[in-house]
């Protein structure tokens, strides 16, 4: 079963929104979700710019009533031992 992560960033200020929106991305493990809801047209802007330079993220924008909705989702299997970044040895 796929995780979904919500973050909800209307009223949160410039930058803490973008930050963590960051992190949470940074977080996110391969075939999991997050759902973005704000408000700000600019910051809209600044996070889509940000998730493309993400090599390993997809994602989508919407119009949901009067804010925006981005959902992401990390690429990659989200099955047991497909773990990104793990190596083995010494």
Request: glycine content about 8%; hydrophobic content about 40%; aromatic content about 4%.
């Amino acid at each position: 079963m796929r995780k979904t992560s919500k973050i909800d960033l209307i009223g949160v200020p410039y930058p803490v929104n973008l930050l963590e929106c960051s992190r949470h991305a940074d977080e996110m493990r391969p075939g999991e979700e997050l759902v973005i809801t704000l408000a700000d047209a600019d910051v809209r802007d600044n996070l889509i710019l940000i998730l493309r330079a993400m090599d390993d993220i997809e994602f989508d924008v919407s119009n949901v009533g009067r804010c925006y909705q981005i959902n992401a989702t990390k690429k990659g299997s989200d099955a047991p031992g497909n773990d990104v970044g793990i190596t083995g040895g010494i």
